[in-house]
């Protein structure tokens, strides 16, 4: 039944496999490792600078993170009046503004020893004691803690740009499935989402054509009339500024009651199909009427009422704001196989073979552990005049680990790169570290590694009572080493770290800086559909009144022959009645024809005669209908010529680039700082050692 449906409206197999070959399908499933997981430790990453600059997002941010948080707690706060809600919030705001990332782990440090010492002008131990904040920060470590809650902290991070596209940019479809989750765990997810793609949303250019598309299916609870849930602030922004973005948003629900008045006043086309009760079309018919009334456009209330009341199955009324008045369609079979919604065990079959090929990708590139068996000791003493920097704690430590720390050199440069043919100005900052080796050079820049330290990262004294020291190498105590490494690592720089550019030369385009051989043709490519929806509007613009004249002359040709067909029926009618009263007068009258019968044939005669030149007439009017719809089809073919040529533009994502090369100048180079630095690491009991300062 299901393929003599998809028959039906002339689809098969072979498109449903194109899509398949054309588009990556992912199904996600946070909290559970049914499917793809997801992680959310990346979900307290400081936001862009563009939110951190506008106080009003970055707060809106900010309560959003909180409340699902404390959500997932089940803890309902308000945001003005919960002493819980407002000490995160200024956690939050503190360490975002000084553009750094927030962990789970390091939250509940903070909860016990917050990095400000008043809330208003209450000191923090008579507004929130420490035996208070003990007990919050012990309910968010036993959710961290729970073995549940590991599959939440596994997998692939939350980007927005790795949702949409493969590391090969391939688009892709993501697909998230929550039905396994409590009601607040569902919405600690779908508002962390909702942040997420706020925040990718600020970063795209202005654009008039479809960049993404976002879909929630069953809106019941996440967007309110009355409650405010964490997930509605961020969706009424959606709703508000997507499209000027090119960020469409499709929500369904069986309820409108359940959503939102401002957010049904936000949506420009519905679709609407049959309702169960007077209430929900009542509630639709509200809602249309208030965005026509705010289109300018005309509604009829009665008439919309009385296409509801009628719709039978896969039947709906298009209502779109551009249009004089709602439509009504059917909806065509469907090119998934709607069996009904998926089980776990399904998705974990759909999903196993791209487990084993994850190419999760980690945002920065992680440093080398030293190795277990380096001798350690206690802190040892420097020469004067050699500086030495110690980098924060930032993870909890496992249980039964001991904190050692290693000596590594680490320098933050900070480097221009400028370009007249390609209009490049750009500024590149590393942070880049490097052990120290025994012998006359001590230092290899080329095996160096870029690691993420902010500079409230690295202080003078360390945190921490004890700890054991790696042994520092000999060349380290040189204090005249240190201006030498300095020097390599700018020669370094200029011959090594060159900004690498690509080209297309069917755009006559280069990339941006930080823009990569993936990224560059997913830009290129919005650009291309930007030019190709520009020209296809010129094309319409071109052909519209054309078409427009064919067709009302069109029309006045068919009422001609119409008219024509009619006069000749007519006189045809007449010819035969003149035709047959002459007959029987010949027949029935007096043996000698009358002056009447003589006047009769002459009349048929002329009607015989005038029926011959309606027919003629007729033949005209056809004939002038056939070249005007003839003209019509060409003029249609032209523009489907023209638009079938829009389609012949080279595909950016299977173009081959060109590679450029960018040197800096050595005196855009410059190291802001470079310095010995004591990294911490845990060391577990067998021997394993992971950075503690991540």
């Given at each position: 039944m299901w393929r003599a449906g998809l028959a039906s409206w002339g689809q098969d197999g072979e498109r449903i496999q194109r899509l398949r070959e054309a588009v990556d399908f992912a199904i996600y499933t946070p909290g559970s490792s049914a499917g793809l997981p997801v992680s959310l430790l990346k979900s307290f990453q400081a936001p862009s600078a563009g939110i951190q600059e506008d106080e009003e997002l970055l707060r809106e941010r900010i309560q959003a993170a909180v409340s699902g948080l404390l959500g997932l707690l089940g803890i309902e706060a308000d945001p003005l009046q919960s002493r819980d809600h407002i000490l995160l919030s200024m956690i939050f705001d503190q360490s975002w503004k000084q553009?750094?990332?927030?962990?789970?782990?390091?939250?509940?440090?903070?909860?016990?020893?917050?990095?400000?010492?008043?809330?208003?002008?209450?000191?923090?131990?008579?507004?929130?004691?420490?035996?208070?904040?003990?007990?919050?920060?012990?309910?968010?470590?036993?959710?961290?803690?729970?073995?549940g809650f590991s599959s939440w902290v596994e997998g692939e991070p939350l980007n927005v740009d790795r949702l949409l596209y493969t590391s090969k940019g391939q688009p892709r479809l993501s697909i998230f499935s929550i039905a396994h989750l409590n009601d607040s765990e569902g919405m600690f997810f779908v508002s962390t989402l909702l942040n997420e793609i706020v925040s990718w949303m600020r970063q795209q250019p202005g654009t008039s054509t479809l960049r993404a598309l976002l879909y929630m299916d069953e809106m019941f609870g996440f967007l309110p009339p009355v409650a405010n849930p964490p997930?509605?602030?961020?969706?009424?922004?959606?709703?508000?500024?997507?499209?000027?973005?090119?960020?469409?948003?499709?929500?369904?629900?069986?309820?409108?009651?359940?959503?939102?008045?401002?957010?049904?006043?936000?949506?420009?086309?519905?679709?609407?199909?049959?309702?169960?009760?007077?209430?929900?079309?009542?509630?639709?018919?509200?809602?249309?009427?208030?965005?026509?009334?705010?289109?300018?456009?005309?509604?009829?209330?009665?008439?919309?009422?009385?296409?509801?009341?009628?719709?039978?199955?896969?039947?709906?009324?298009?209502?779109?704001?551009?249009?004089?008045?709602?439509r009504e369609f059917h909806t065509r079979w469907a090119l998934s196989y709607l069996s009904g919604p998926l089980t776990r065990a399904q998705i974990k079959t759909l999903m196993s073979e791209r487990r084993k090929q994850a190419d999760v990708q980690h945002s920065s590139a992680q440093a080398a552990s030293p190795s277990a068996a380096a001798k350690t000791g206690s802190r040892p003493m420097l020469p004067a005049g050699i500086t030495e920097y110690f980098a924060n704690v930032r993870s909890l430590q496992p249980e039964g680990a001991v904190l050692v720390r290693y000596p590594a050199l680490v320098a933050v440069t900070r480097t221009r790169y400028e370009d007249k043919r390609s209009k490049t100005d750009h500024l590149r900052e590393l942070t880049l570290m490097t052990g120290i080796e025994e012998g006359p050079a001590g230092v290899d820049w080329q095996q160096s590694k870029e690691i993420r330290l902010a500079p409230g990262d690295?202080?003078?004294?360390?945190?921490?009572?004890?700890?054991?020291?790696?042994?520092?190498?000999?060349?380290?105590?040189?204090?005249?080493?240190?201006?030498?490494?300095?020097?390599?690592?700018?020669?370094?720089?200029?011959?090594?770290?060159?900004?690498?550019?690509?080209?297309?030369?069917?755009?006559?385009?280069?990339?941006?800086?930080?823009?990569?051989?993936?990224?560059?043709?997913?830009?290129?490519?919005?650009?291309?559909?930007?030019?190709?929806?520009?020209?296809?509007?010129?094309?319409?613009?071109?052909?519209?009144?054309?078409?427009?004249?064919?067709?009302?002359?069109?029309?006045?040709?068919?009422?001609?022959?119409?008219?024509?067909?009619?006069?000749?029926?007519?006189?045809?009618?007449?010819?035969?009645?003149?035709?047959?009263?002459?007959?029987?007068?010949?027949?029935?009258?007096?043996?000698?024809?009358?002056?009447t019968n003589v006047r009769g044939a002459g009349s048929a005669v002329r009607s015989m005669s005038r029926a011959g030149k309606e027919a003629g007439d007729i033949r005209r009017a056809e004939e002038t209908l056939e070249t005007l719809q003839q003209q019509l089809e060409e003029l249609?073919?032209?523009?489907?010529?023209?638009?079938?040529?829009l389609d012949s533009i080279v595909d950016p994502r299977t173009e081959l680039l060109e590679t450029t090369a960018l040197r800096p100048k050595k005196s855009n180079i410059d190291v802001r700082f470079c310095a010995l630095t004591w990294l911490p690491y845990w060391r577990s009991q067998t021997g394993a050692m992971h950075p503690a300062w991540e």
């Open positions: 553009g750094r990332d927030l962990s789970l782990t390091e939250l509940i440090q903070q909860i016990q020893k917050p990095p400000f010492d008043h809330v208003g002008v209450f000191d923090l131990e008579s507004y929130y004691p420490a035996k208070d904040r003990g007990a919050l920060a012990m309910r968010l470590n036993n959710l961290l803690a729970s073995p997930s509605k602030g961020p969706l009424l922004t959606l709703l508000k500024q997507g499209r000027a973005c090119g960020l469409g948003v499709l929500m369904a629900t069986q309820n409108p009651k359940d959503i939102d008045y401002k957010a049904l006043s936000n949506t420009g086309t519905w679709f609407v199909g049959r309702l169960q009760t007077d209430r929900d079309q009542e509630r639709v018919l509200d809602g249309l009427e208030g965005a026509a009334a705010g289109s300018g456009s005309a509604f009829d209330r009665q008439a919309t009422q009385a296409k509801l009341a009628g719709l039978g199955k896969r039947v709906f009324i298009l209502h779109n704001v551009h249009d004089d008045e709602p690295l202080v003078s004294e360390p945190h921490e009572e004890t700890a054991e020291y790696g042994e520092l190498p000999q060349s380290a105590l040189n204090k005249s080493k240190y201006s030498d490494w300095q020097k390599q690592l700018v020669n370094w720089i200029y011959s090594e770290r060159p900004l690498e550019l690509y080209y297309s030369p069917s755009m006559k385009q280069h990339s941006q800086p930080k823009e990569s051989e993936r990224d560059f043709p997913i830009r290129l490519e919005q650009v291309a559909r930007e030019e190709r929806d520009l020209r296809l509007e010129q094309f319409r613009k071109k052909y519209a009144p054309k078409v427009s004249s064919l067709q009302e002359r069109i029309r006045r040709a068919e009422g001609a022959v119409e008219r024509e067909k009619e006069q000749a029926t007519q006189h045809k009618m007449q010819s035969t009645i003149a035709i047959g009263a002459t007959l029987l007068g010949a027949l029935f009258g007096r043996k000698l024809a009358s002056a249609e073919a032209a523009f489907q010529a023209d638009c079938a040529a």
